[in-house]
């Protein structure tokens, strides 16, 4: 099972920038999917999650500005980010708990990390 993070990139302060994550494998179901970020000499801080029947939840820094979502059909999640800050800036990893074909639990499985910067 691998997790393939996509999206990141520069954007200016008050711009928007769409994250998408895609899982793929030997996948059997996925029960919650998420972000989590971490920038520079900070700890790394969850973002927003979201469970197989859709409901969300989100970090108080980016609660009415960014949304979670899926699409069960594709094991993709995405995150939408709006009007971003400097504050934004990091590296976003998401994340999914799979029950991987041949096996009896779910595992949580990470993407690589990608960069968000905000600068004008």
């Known amino acids: 099972v691998q997790l393939q993070a996509s999206g990141g990139g520069l954007v200016q302060p008050g711009g928007s920038l769409r994250l998408s994550c895609t899982a793929s494998?030997?996948?059997?179901?996925?029960?919650?999917m998420g972000w989590y970020r971490q920038a520079p000499g900070k700890q790394r801080e969850l973002v927003a999650t979201?469970?197989?029947?859709?409901?969300?939840n989100y970090a108080d820094s980016v609660k009415g500005r960014f949304t979670i979502s899926r699409n069960n059909t594709k094991n993709t999640e995405y995150l939408q980010m709006n009007s971003l800050n400097a504050e934004d800036t990091a590296v976003y990893y998401c994340?999914?708990?799979?029950?991987?074909?041949?096996?009896?639990?779910?595992?949580?499985?990470w993407g690589q990390g990608t960069q968000v910067t905000v600068s004008s």
């Open positions: 994340y999914a708990d799979i029950y991987e074909r041949g096996t009896t639990y779910y595992k949580r499985y």
């Open positions: 494998g030997s996948i059997l179901s996925i029960n919650v």
């Open positions: 979201i469970g197989s029947g859709g409901n969300t």
